[in-house]
């Protein structure tokens, strides 16, 4: 086994990494081959339906199956007197596979059937009667958050789930110093992952073991999740991992396939729940909405001195990963900017609402939507160019931040020069400054830079270890395999470890296969969360690969009898440099080590363990090995008759280190621009009352194609992470992370107005225009 710790003398042959290569399940994809969660079928498959409570909030005085357990093809009703009554989660305890005595939002899981086939199930739910004791309700944080309302959870009175607090350095003697303070206040929107595949799995329980195909991020967190609610040792419980149809944080732990679990144990036959878009619409966790109050001070020369801010946030009414999201959205900006002290609290509250999650971003996009918007506020109450403003301020490489995150390489300034060169920045904002009352008519345009970074891994998720690791089953008949433990949902994983795996070995990416993730071959990973799967899992891959090359030299070294130092490795060929031996192409030294050992394969393996620190309870510590950078510019128009507002222009530059594929990179940074357009300018989860109202794709609106600027323009920036594979860092996340603020900032400059509550919509736009009334959140009053 090598580690990346390792000295590795031997040189991997350089040539895949780099490369804008297609992805190598691409043509699968495109002929309909590639099996998704809703493809697969097994033996007697049965087809499940869930039983939602109807009422926001109710205690629970009986649940009648009856009717439904009499419907010819019925196989199994659960109820929660099937599983064992144990509270679980990822972060609070307040997760329930059924709920027992109380229902606490509208969609919450009563019960569920397995039937054989969807039709049947779903006629046999509907005639479940479960008798509920109607309690009051409570769907606003604030009102939450008062004395004498209704609390959803006897353990947390308050309503509180999630308590953060942080401060760093004297903020007070900072405000007291301070030439200007900004303060205001602004708010996030809920928003559906809107993934194409929704939620779906199939449960099988065999030989005592529960058997679940389903869809996660990470599958090794989520079987200790799902070991923990069903009240059995983790060998009883074994996660396979198909293609993920899209996700975006959604899919890390569910629980969904515990009630499958349950269904398949109590029918005895492999059980399938798979989602319609409206129910995964209505009933599946969207990100939570966030306002936030921030305070900054700083000098007359634009000098940030120190930083204040108060977040809340929405659970709704369970917690799934909202806890992490609202502790990244109070301190993660103060690694972006050297606010030199901060004090922070974050509150996520309890709602009678679906319950919400991460979402790419992970809190870090939310927190930026407002400071990139108080930072041009700055630049232009100070007579600053809000670029230069920026300069100033931005962590540095070689610097640790205010929260001990140790910079080891940023090419941010590099961003910040590019971006300003490709889009003309300067120029056109000059010919434009922001319009006044008089002057906003017609169509008006204007442009807007925001910065972003985010981490490539995070320490704390799974406590256990950091990192990762990677076996290479390299086979007699010169098959390359490769298993990790991260899985590809949707980013292109497993083309750019097929890329780093072909250039230590000497081959083609398409002779390498990435397997799927399945617990009872693959490594326990962290997962593919929080920007690490390229980082972490190419990190190990790069370690595997040299580890294999070193076995093939000593095994040729054994065959030839020759010294080691006599053996050379060079692109996928051994040579012995005395001239007494021929070479061996790495699939005749394959087959050979096969004869030679009974036909065992030569198995590989890499760990690799990052120089990352875990953070204390205050988020203090290097989270991670290495930390990605971004400068992005908008330029919007706003049809003032109409309200409506349209992209016109985008330009990115970025600093990940090096680009492992150019093609999937470029990819990733117009998938986050596409998603942040959205995010700015129509897309929210409506709520009443606790019902979603907008459960669709026709009433909940993604962008398309046509809202898309022609021509954006994205560039890297030269640049290398030591701790990265090849010299690259992450890159998912941070192509989505200034994309919201870059387009405020870019209307506000085209109108004069600033916009602090998203979507900025059409008829928000329009009133604000028309009527003075503000884009802001309707809750400002009472966070202030």
Known sequence: MTTTQDTIHETAAQGWVGRGIPQVDIEAKLRGQTEYIGDLR???????????????????????????????GVLAVATAADAPEVKFGP???????????????????????AAIDEPTARYAASLVEVDVEELPAVFDPFAALA?????????????VSTLFTIER?????????????????????????????????????????????????????ARQTYSAALGLPLDKVRLVVPPIGGSFGAKYEMNTPLIAALLSRKAGVPVRILFGRDEDAAYHRPRPPFVFRNRIAVRAD???????????????????????????????????????????????VYTNESPTTAMRGFGNAEALFGIEQMIDEIAERLDIDPVEMRRRNIVQEGETSLHGWYISSSQLPACIERVSEMSGFADRRRARPPATAGERVGKLRGTGIALGHHVSGYRPILPDYDGSSAILRLGPDGSIQLYVGEPDVGQGHVTVMAQLAADELGVAPAEVKVQGIDSAFSPAAVGTLASRAATMAGMATVAAGADARRKLIAFATEQWGVPEAAVSWQAGTLTDTTGANEPFTLRQALHRYGVVNCGLPLLATGVHHPKTVMPDATKYGNASAAYPFAAHVAEV??????????????????????????????????????????????????????????????????PGAGDMPAGVEVEFVDAYEPNGPRGAKSLGEVALNPVVAAIANAIYNATGLRCKDLPISPERMWRYLHLGEPVESSSAGAIR
């Open 42 to 72: 097994l033996p007697n498959m049965a087809h499940a339906a869930i039983v939602r409570s109807t009422v926001a909030h109710g205690r629970i005085r009986g649940i009648d199956t009856s009717r439904a357990e009499r419907v010819p």
């Open 637 to 702: 128009e706003v049809d003032c008759d109409t309200g409506q507002i349209s992209v016109v222009g985008y330009w990115a530059a970025h600093d990940s280190g090096t680009v492992l594929n150019p093609q999937t990179a470029r990819g990733q940074v117009l998938g986050g621009i596409a998603q942040g357009l959205g995010w700015a300018l129509m897309e929210d989860v409506i709520m009443s009352e606790g019902v979603v109202r907008n459960p669709n794709f026709l009433d909940y609106r993604i």
């Open 147 to 159: 004395e004498g309302g209704p609390v959803i959870w006897d353990e947390y009175a308050d309503n």
């Open 302 to 348: 634009g000098t940030f001195l120190g930083r204040e801010t108060d977040v809340v946030g929405i659970a709704g009414a369970r917690t799934y990963w909202s806890p992490a999201t609202v502790a990244t959205a109070v301190h993660r900006p103060d690694s972006l900017y050297n606010f030199n002290a901060m004090t922070g609290r974050g509150r996520l």
């Open 91 to 113: 972060y609070t305890p307040d997760w329930e596979i059924l709920a027992r005595h109380k229902v606490r939002f509208i969609g919450d899981e009563v019960a569920a059937v």
């Open 169 to 221: 350095g004297d903020t007070r003697a900072a405000f007291d110093a301070a030439d200007l303070v900004v303060d205001d206040v602004y708010a996030t929107s809920r928003m559906y992952h809107a993934y194409l595949e929704p939620i779906g799995v199939i449960a099988h329980y065999v030989d005592g073991v529960h058997v679940l195909h389903v869809p996660s991020h990470i599958p090794y967190r």
